[in-house]
């Protein structure tokens, strides 16, 4: 089983600062890697896929970059309502799995 | 508009079973992969069971260890997770969730979520 580990585990930005979040593969997930947001209360909603492909809607701040072992999530000038949990995905290897999350607080 | 509406998340003693049901709408339910995908009260997401757009094949977590059953019946659009032996630790809300399309993982479309609480 593929573990994903995310840091830190709560990054606390200011409005129009970026924001960087990491994850890590226990092993090469390619670019199988997917980064979701949560909000408290709110079901996930999807960012980016296969790495660096934004979701349909998503704005432009978000972008992810890596392949292999290590992704990073950034938002480029965070906005109030990018508080929210972040968690990754990998899904190049049965069965699939998340990381534990990286809370970003404003 | 895609919809997913799940159902059949209830308070059930330690040991008991549950099934859970996703009415799917909006899509071509066949055409697609699903996933269940779990959280624990204040806990991050965990990926419980997917399956194919036929149902022929599934695919579960290892610490479920058979206890869990995904299914689908795809002329009703409705896709299952039969829950049994079921323990204080499987507490959470279970997502019904559809992945882009051609692939099982990056999930574009959630359900609200239901309930499940095992004590006693």
């Known amino acids: 089983e593929i573990v994903m580990t995310q840091s830190p585990a709560t990054l606390s930005v200011s409005p129009g600062e970026r924001a960087i979040l990491s994850c890590w593969a226990s092993?090469?997930?390619?670019?199988?890697l997917a980064w979701y947001q949560q909000k408290p209360g709110q079901a996930p909603r999807l960012l980016i896929y296969?790495?660096?492909t934004r979701a349909a809607g998503i704005p432009a701040r978000f972008s992810g970059s890596g392949s292999g072992t290590e992704f990073t999530l950034t938002i480029s000038s965070l906005q109030s309502e990018d508080l929210a949990a972040y968690f990754c995905?990998?899904?190049?290897?049965?069965?699939?799995?998340f990381g534990g999350g990286t809370k970003v607080d404003i | 508009e895609v919809q997913l509406v799940e159902s059949g998340g209830v308070l059930v003693q330690p040991g008991g079973s549950l099934r859970l049901s996703c009415a799917a709408s909006?899509?071509?339910?066949?055409?697609?992969?699903m996933n269940w995908v779990r959280q624990a009260p204040g806990k991050g997401l965990e990926w419980v069971s997917s399956?194919?757009?036929?149902?022929?094949?599934?695919y579960y977590a290892d610490s479920l260890k058979g206890r869990f059953t995904i299914s689908r019946d795809n002329s009703k659009d409705t896709l299952y997770l039969q829950m049994n032996s079921l323990r204080a630790e499987d507490t959470a809300i279970y997502y019904c969730?559809?992945?882009?399309?051609?692939?099982?993982?990056?999930?574009?479309?959630w359900g609200q979520g239901t309930l499940v609480t095992v004590s006693s």
């Open positions: 909006g899509f071509t339910f066949s055409s697609y992969a």
């Open positions: 296969y790495a660096s």
């Open positions: 995905q990998q899904y190049n290897n049965w069965p699939l799995s």
């Open positions: 399956i194919s757009g036929s149902g022929s094949n599934t």
């Open positions: 969730a559809k992945p882009l399309p051609g692939v099982h993982g990056p999930t574009d479309c």
């Open positions: 092993q090469s997930v390619t670019r199988n």
